[in-house]
């Protein structure tokens, strides 16, 4: 039994902490450091005080967001289109909301920034490209604009020629 601990431990100690490790290992030194930064500011006291502040906006964001989604799956039921990018910003401001529950000023700090509609904006004009070239449609699927369809009964499918025409 003896042997076979010292097998695993020495295994453990030849492996090189990945990424992931690495990442938290940095995010907890700098939530560390920050945390005392702001007590050298404002105390342990106002710390505090600011930690628990930005958690309850957190929870404010996060129950925005949901009533948000909860308004976009009425409109959808009700016949009504997504709004533009709203899965995006619905996305981004979740993770604002996130952040800030999480104990800790630079995640306050990420949560806040992401909070923010211009940045937010910025953000999604950045991935849009690359997310919609990751979007492939599937092979006898024709993937139309809003503008190039419209809605009808079985007795009247035909393809449209111009504005209101349809080819018999």
Same mark, same amino acid.
């Given at each position: ?12 100690? %030849? ?5 992931? *490790?690495?990442?938290l290992l940095i995010w ?5 450091? *920050? &945390? ?7 105390? &342990? ?7 628990? %502040? ?15 989604? =909860? ?7 009700? $016949?009504?289109? /997504? ?10 401001? %979740? =993770? ?8 800790? &000023?630079?995640?306050?700090? =990420? ?11 910025? =953000?999604?004009r950045r991935l849009a ?8 449609? /599937?092979? $006898? ?13 079985? $007795? ?10 349809? %080819?018999?």
């Open positions: 039994m003896m042997r076979r601990s010292r097998g695993v431990f020495a295994a453990l100690r %030849a492996r090189r902490p990945g990424p992931v *490790a690495v990442a907890v030194v700098a939530e560390v450091a *920050a &945390f005392w930064l702001v007590v050298d500011r404002v105390g &342990f006291a106002g710390a505090l005080t600011i930690g628990v %502040a930005t958690s309850i906006a957190g929870i404010v964001v996060l129950r925005h967001v949901g009533r948000g989604a =909860i308004a976009g799956l009425r409109n959808a039921a009700r $016949g009504g289109a /997504p709004q533009e990018g709203a899965l995006l910003d619905g996305t981004l401001s %979740a =993770i604002a909301g996130v952040l800030l529950v999480l104990p800790g &000023f630079v995640t306050d700090v =990420i949560g806040l920034a992401l909070a923010a509609p211009s940045l937010r904006g910025w =953000i999604a490209p690359t997310l919609a070239a990751g979007r492939s449609t /599937p092979p $006898g699927v024709v993937d139309l604009s809003p503008q190039d369809w419209r809605a009808g009964g079985p $007795g009247e499918a035909g393809l449209l020629r111009g504005p209101g025409e349809r %080819a018999r």
